[in-house]
């Protein structure tokens, strides 16, 4: 499912601090590969997120998420929420 909520805050500035990257490049339709992040950041930011917002994704699911935009979504889908 594609929004055009924007990206929120928190979760912005959780994926700007872990991929260590300013909060500004985070958009909806940045791709992951775009801020580079790395293997061990993935998994940073995996467990950060369901640390944070007590939720369990599949590795391999957060894996194929390929924007910011498509994590925002599942994290949504995953919390039963509306936009976060």
Do not use: C, H, W
Not at 34 to 63: K, N, W
């Amino acid at each position: 499912m594609i929004t055009d909520q924007p990206v929120p805050a928190g979760l912005t500035n959780l994926i700007a601090q872990i991929l260590e990257v300013d909060p500004v490049l985070i958009a909806r339709e940045r791709d992951f590969t775009d801020l580079g992040r790395s293997s061990m950041q993935e998994v940073e930011l995996l467990a950060a997120i369901e640390d944070g917002y007590r939720i369990t994704l599949d590795y391999g699911t957060f894996l194929d998420l390929k924007t910011v935009g498509d994590l925002s979504d599942a994290i949504t889908a995953a919390t039963g929420q509306g936009a976060l």
